[in-house]
């Protein structure tokens, strides 16, 4: 699994907005029985044979409702989705939670409160039920996995550096002037004097992801009360950039993808995904740390593939079996299997050899527990939902933009200045989304 497949996608598509309010009002619809149509986006291999026993489980396991599944290239997924008209959708979809924004405002997703089994949304992360709200309040989605971003160390690099107190926990991370020395440490005694990772290579919209927990860190979210004026261009938050593109010198450009495995950097900042490939190449070496604090507390991120209802089910009441099938521990086993992201589910999570307490990657399990929400990031919390708007592309655009430009050697006062204007004239375009 990769950024790129399925823990949190780099482009967001912006879903054919209606100019309205939030989805339909929902609630059961149907007699809990008939045939459904489900659709799913056919990208990584696991997790399309997942998917397709999945369904084919679901059928067997009782007599009511058929599903019927319908995978759509990951490719074209998103605009599929954006490009069909809510009558016309499934009533059973998969899609980006980044985009669950936008869906609900062309009123494409139906409320899930009081359809899909209060048990079943108890037993979900803190962090999915917080990307799955909308800001009018209700549930449009459940997830099978989320997410997360940390620090992966090589001990025996980190120790040959002089660096022996590794924090393992949200409450004991480095603050960034402990982080810049153990980056400066061990680009010291690398031959190339590089010491760092941050996946470079994957360019984009990966900052939309992997670096707003520095602006949550810093103390402000991209967007406040809509608006990102005061809050991405917050004096606190351009220190915080501009302290981190001094950290160029010392990353790896990685353009092969093996600055860490190959041993040329002790530090690799990106994501739960990359932990098999990690894991293989260190053994007992690699080590998961969490974010370094800027001020407001360590932050990471979080996200991932959610399901929901299409807005204009007529089987609604079925669809919502379904859902409450695919979240069942089997199923959710299932696919974290094959993908290797974290379970969505508390239950799950206790069964999962990797990120039930004790395990090797606990540490996602604890920040996901620890979600800011839609609320400002405090000290407190820990992961940080991409923006629950349907502004979300424009602010994930204008923010990447700004990230690698400030990276880049350019102001950062005038980057997010800059950012902060295209973000705010999109919310008065719309008039607030509201």
């Known amino acids: 699994m ?32 008939g045939t459904i149509t489900v659709w799913a986006q056919e990208g990584q291999a696991g997790e399309v044979q997942a998917a397709k026993d999945e369904v084919a489980a679901f059928n067997d396991s009782q007599s009511d409702v058929v599903a019927e599944l319908t995978l759509i290239p990951q490719a074209s997924y998103g605009q599929t989705l954006a490009s069909t008209k809510a009558d016309a959708l499934p009533d059973v979809f998969e899609f980006d939670g980044e985009t ?13 409160d009081g359809l899909v089994d ?32 940390a620090l992966y160390g090589n001990r025996s690099m980190l120790e040959a550096a002089g660096i022996t107190d590794t924090p393992t926990t949200v ?28 996946k470079e290579q994957y360019q984009g919209t990966w900052p939309g992801y992997a670096f707003t927990p520095v602006v949550a860190s810093a103390g402000q979210p991209l967007v406040k009360d809509g608006s990102a004026d005061g809050a991405l261009n917050d004096p606190a938050v351009v220190d915080a950039l501009s302290r981190f593109a ?42 998961v740390i969490p974010l370094p604090d800027f001020g407001n507390g360590t932050k990471s991120g979080q996200g991932s593939h959610s399901w929901g209802i299409g807005s204009k089910s007529e089987r609604s009441a079925s669809a919502a079996k379904f859902l409450e099938f695919i979240m069942s ?19 799950a999570i206790a069964a999962s050899e990797l990120y039930a307490p004790g395990g090797p990657l606990a540490l996602y399990t604890d920040q996901l527990a620890l979600t800011c929400g839609a609320d400002d ?3 407190d919390c820990v992961t940080v939902p991409r923006t629950i708007s349907p502004a979300w592309p424009v ?3 204008a923010f990447s933009e700004a990230f690698w430009a400030i990276y880049g050697g350019a102001d950062a006062q005038e980057e997010l200045d800059k950012a902060v204007k295209t973000i705010d004239q999109d919310y008065e375009d719309n008039a607030g989304y509201e």
Not at 275 to 284: I, S, V
Request: charged share 15%; aromatic share 8%.
């Open 171 to 198: 409450d004991d991370a480095w603050t960034v002037d402990e982080f810049e020395d153990a980056v400066v440490a061990l680009g010291a005694k690398s031959p190339e004097g590089k010491g760092l990772d941050i």
């Open 395 to 397: 602010i994930n655009s």
């Open 118 to 149: 209060e048990a079943v949304v108890d037993n979900q992360l803190p962090s999915i039920v917080a990307e799955g709200t909308y800001v009018d309040g209700s549930l449009y989605s459940v997830s099978q996995y989320d997410s997360g971003l």
């Open 100 to 112: 669950l924004g936008s869906l609900v405002y062309a009123n494409k997703l139906m409320p899930l």
């Open 246 to 287: 001094t950290w160029r010198e010392y990353v790896d450009p990685n353009a092969d993808d093996k600055a860490f495995t190959g041993g040329r950097v002790g530090l690799s900042w990106v994501g739960h995904w990359t932990y098999n490939d990690y894991a293989a190449a260190l053994g007992d070496d690699l080590v």
């Open 329 to 347: 521990d089997d199923s959710i086993g299932d696919i974290t299997a094959a993908n290797g992201a974290v379970p969505a589910t508390q239950t």
């Open 377 to 379: 990031p405090t000290p």
């Open 2 to 33: 990769n950024f790129w497949g399925a823990a949190a996608a780099v482009t967001a598509v912006a879903v054919t907005l209606s100019g309205c309010a939030a989805g339909s009002s929902g609630g059961a619809s149907g007699d809990g029985t």
